[in-house]
């Protein structure tokens, strides 16, 4: 096995899994900390699920970032460091990985986390009972056997994971995958305790049965309310944690969310709506942190309703579209306007390139818009009719207002849009079940590298709720699996990226900045991490 463990994380030398240092807050030398280590943090909805099999979205995967841990997680910074595992080998090849679980790693109910809690999660998120809406990232990771246990035509115990021992896993993969380590960070492939999954099912979950094995235990949970976190004394690390208690609010109008923030209520908001940035830059720009991150905005367009299979329809949408519009005056807070769905700036992404008409003068773009709805038979009399599904939030209903008046324009009114909003849980079941024509999509990177964003639009993808489909498009990624130089990967990517600009197979706007507001006794946050988590075990309150 050739060893790839062997490199320098905060001074500590880290060798084969020999450590010299523990990872968790960091507290600068000097700093003076508060008696009372509590904190609250707007999460922005009520989470779909606490399953880590379950989970569809940020608000699902920040609860399981607290309660459970995977074989390695992330520092403040986002750089990975060692979770459960604390070494890991890979065959030259990059086809066989196998990890050392460490043994102090516990459950909160003081049981022993082993490798084969890891078999056990990860062989249920690929049952096809499960319905898992991460299922397919075995099959992004290459795990053998991944889609025909999806499929339902091989059963999950042939899945390519193996507990060696306890404390050691082994995987076995389709094609190489430089990048698996940071993939396993996800919580879709997170360890479960599968003795209470056995004895209460999907009640397993509620407050008075769950068990995880991250650095915070789940204490209390009030629907569309609050979920409250305390230390577990079990975690294999606690004694280098320092938030005792945590709370999570489901806060989802922004301007409350700022006010509940001014006033004391919380210490950790989600965001800031557009009218309140300048005001707020200006009044405490100390506690305002704004950070570029590995997410796009667009629309997604549902292949399988007429007209939007007329590629005439979904080009038009795209042109008469003025991006720079929305994240100017819209927005105003340096989001990047983008006409791609992959951000070039993620690992391997950089030889994404921009479609030829994002250079084009609006005048132009407006121009062709019209005459390519005009041959798809619309008219002012007879206008393209549809309805923008988007979550219940002030910020996306002011956009989709934007963008239904940017068209109308555009178009010479040849675009009339209806809006529509659902609360988190529904709007996402109704993205599944495919019950909408246009609907908002926000897609975050689940690692930084450029797959998890080109697995989205994979034919078989179980995240791709658009139905599009596209051979050529898959075929692409699909040999990228198998290229183990970089650049040559990089160029596979652009060249999948193309074929999607080529299709309009969706509608992108920018890429996204994280603005948060922050007290100033709030330590170890650092807005650096380019996927947006939040760990509690990284913060620290100062006095």
Same mark, same amino acid.
Do not use: C
């Given at each position: 096995? *050739? ?16 450590? %010299? ?76 990985? #196998? ?58 115990? #042939?899945?390519?994971? !193996? ?43 509620k407050k008075e049965n769950i068990v995880g094995n991250g650095a915070y235990k789940l204490v209390d949970h009030v629907i569309n309310g609050k979920i409250v ?48 940035? @300048? ?32 590629? &005439?329809? &979904? ?7 003025? &991006? ?17 769905? #992959? ?15 994002? =250079? ?19 008219? *002012?009399? =007879? ?18 207002? @934007? ?5 109308? !324009? ?14 988190? !849980?529904?709007?996402?079941? #109704?993205?599944? *079940?495919?019950?909408?024509?246009? @609907? ?13 964003? %080109? ?40 060249? @999948? ?6 299709d309009f197979a969706l509608i992108p706007f920018y890429n996204y900045v994280r603005v948060r507001l922050i007290k100033p006794y709030v330590g170890g946050y ?10 509690? *075990? ?6």
């Amino acid at each position: 096995m *050739q060893s790839i463990m062997k490199y320098s994380v905060l001074s500590a030398t880290i060798i084969f899994g020999l450590s %010299t240092t523990a990872f968790a807050a960091k507290v600068p030398e000097g700093t003076v900390l508060a008696e009372k280590q509590e904190i609250t943090v707007n999460n922005g909805t009520e989470p779909q699920s606490f399953d880590p099999n379950q989970i569809a979205g940020g608000p699902e995967s920040q609860v399981a970032l607290q309660l459970f841990e995977g074989l390695v997680t992330a520092d403040e910074d986002g750089n990975i460091i060692p979770g459960v595992a604390v070494s890991w080998e890979h065959s030259p090849d990059f086809k066989q990985w #196998t990890f050392k679980l460490r043994p102090e790693a516990k459950w909160s109910n003081g049981d022993p986390v082993t490798a084969h809690d890891f078999v056990f999660a990860w062989q249920r998120l690929v049952t096809p009972a499960t319905a898992a809406p991460y299922a397919s990232y075995l099959e992004f990771l290459q795990i053998e056997n991944a889609n025909e246990i999806i499929e339902g035509k091989k059963s999950p115990d #042939t899945l390519g994971i !193996k507990a060696v021992d306890d404390y050691t896993l082994q995987l076995t993969l389709n094609n190489p995958v430089p990048y698996l380590v940071s993939m396993t960070a996800h919580p879709s492939v997170f360890p479960l305790p599968q003795k209470v999954i056995e004895k209460f099912g999907d009640s397993w979950v509620k407050k008075e049965n769950i068990v995880g094995n991250g650095a915070y235990k789940l204490v209390d949970h009030v629907i569309n309310g609050k979920i409250v976190f305390e230390r577990n004394p079990f975690y294999w690390n606690d004694k280098e944690t320092v938030i005792d208690k945590a709370t999570f609010l489901a806060i989802e109008s922004g301007v409350a969310d700022v006010q509940r923030y001014r006033a004391g209520d919380l210490d950790v908001n989600n965001g800031l709506p557009a009218e309140l940035y @300048a005001k707020l830059k200006k009044e405490i720009p100390n506690e305002i942190f704004n950070n570029r991150i590995l997410t796009t905005y667009t629309y997604d367009i549902n292949h399988s309703k007429p007209p939007f299979n007329d590629i &005439r329809v &979904r080009k038009a949408l795209n042109l008469a579209l003025d &991006r720079n519009i929305i994240t100017d005056k819209v927005l105003g807070q340096g989001q990047i306007p983008t006409y791609v769905f #992959t951000p070039p700036y993620i690992n391997e992404g950089h030889k994404i390139q921009q479609p030829a008409y994002a =250079n084009q003068s609006m005048q132009e773009r407006s121009a062709e818009a019209i005459k390519l709805l005009e041959e798809a038979g619309f008219s *002012q009399s =007879n206008p393209l009719k549809f309805t923008i599904l988007y979550n219940t939030s002030e910020g996306h209903k002011k956009i989709a207002i @934007a963008v239904a008046s940017i068209w109308k !324009k555009n178009t010479n009114g040849l675009i009339n849009v209806k809006l529509e909003n659902q609360e988190w !849980k529904t709007f996402l079941d #109704t993205r599944r *079940q495919g019950n909408y024509e246009i @609907a908002l999509s926000g897609w975050g990177a689940d690692y930084n590298q450029a797959t998890t964003f %080109t697995n989205y639009f994979l034919s078989d993808s179980s995240q791709n709720s658009t139905f599009y489909k596209s051979k050529a498009y898959d075929d692409v990624i699909t040999n990228a699996y198998k290229i183990e130089d970089s650049e040559a990967r990089a160029e596979a990517y652009a060249k @999948a990226e193309q074929i999607l600009a080529d299709d309009f197979a969706l509608i992108p706007f920018y890429n996204y900045v994280r603005v948060r507001l922050i007290k100033p006794y709030v330590g170890g946050y650092t807005g650096k991490d380019p996927l947006a988590r939040v760990l509690l *075990q990284n913060l620290y309150i100062k006095k």
